[in-house]
């Protein structure tokens, strides 16, 4: 296996957080965003999306899509359990991760896309406003996550999980945003103290 | 069980696609997207991300997002298998899933949703310039698949899964989003043509 990986992209950190809390190791090969290695034609060979990761399996076959990529290392190395055990706990995990993508990673990441200086030549037109207007819907998703938080230790429940991953991976983008983590949100605060103080946060 | 559905929405009608396939008959509430019910304080307490749809389970419990929702069904209903069989395949389903989720279904929905006069209430602010630029990575989107079907018959391989459905759902939008599919993608064509022909499609 080789995993295509970037030190600096959020999906990819997914990944590596992932593995690092299976305890599994897998030989990365970097691809550099900065000159955008992943839009050159030798790199459409391996994801014609042109996005990291990308997960070369032995046979050849490319699995790309950090969710995805993930449930396969799930698939492999089952244990500690990240995305859920029977049916319909796997169904709120997948609630949740979702919940955290879509309400909570996508603004922050929009919000960095389409105003940071440094991705001008990668998300083209980069609009301002756009940014601008998903600020306000990350800070709503943080309320709504830290009202979650007050009663379980984790996003999905008893246990930490993927859905914890993604919402983690969308806070430390916050920065980059620029957005502000409002500092009342006790709840999120302790939650981002305990998965930050992870082994595998350093991943 | 109950499903908090809208007629009018793409994101229910996967659910509805889904549940056809399955044969699955599940009890529905109408929620009106035009009046905004779903952001009434009342719709809060099912969903407080104020979304559908949303499938009230036995027990009370809510869940939510429709890839979730779906993921529940196939844990209830194995067969027909729209996820995929074992841990590898069911990786790569969720890998087209995904891929048809971000590069084709949200392209199109954002371009619906930030230039469709109706919507002016629902999506605030609205940017027509940013509609504008996500048709053009819904054409490409759809130039990728149409190369990728022209090996096979489904969106993720030899069988029908969720991701046909997102792929479908997706194509549906297409008109009041105000984006043509270029005629020449015969691959795609041929494809919606029998997805549109299979019973579940009327959903």
Redesign the interface.
């Known amino acids: 296996m080789l995993l295509y990986d970037s030190p600096l992209a959020p999906n990819p950190r997914r990944v590596r957080i992932f593995l690092a809390e299976k305890g599994v190791c897998v030989p990365t090969r970097p691809v550099d965003l900065m000159t955008l290695e992943h839009k050159r034609s030798d790199f459409e060979g391996v994801n ?2 042109r996005a990291v990761p990308a997960l070369v399996l032995d046979d050849g ?1 490319v ?3 950090s ?3 993930c ?2 290392f ?3 190395h089952p244990e500690p359990n990240l995305f859920g055990r ?3 706990d ?3 995990v ?2 949740w991760q ?2 955290m993508e ?2 909570l990673f996508m603004p922050v990441a929009f919000a960095f896309r389409h105003s940071h200086p440094r991705l001008a030549a990668l998300e083209q ?1 980069q ?1 301002p ?2 940014a601008a ?1 998903q600020r306000p819907r990350a800070i709503d998703a943080m309320r ?1 996550l830290d ?1 979650e938080l007050a009663g379980r230790p984790f996003v999905a429940g008893e246990t930490f999980s993927i859905a914890d991953i993604t919402a983690f991976v969308a806070l430390e983008l916050t920065k980059l945003a620029r957005i502000d983590i409002p500092a009342e949100l006790a709840n999120l605060a302790r939650w981002r103290a305990e998965t930050g103080a992870r082994p595998s946060a350093a991943a």
Chains 1, 2 share one sequence.
């Open positions: 014609p999306l076959a699995l790309t899509e969710v995805a990529i449930r396969y799930e698939w492999l029977d049916g319909r796997q169904a709120f997948e609630m979702r919940r879509f309400a037109p609009m406003e756009f207007a709504f009202r």
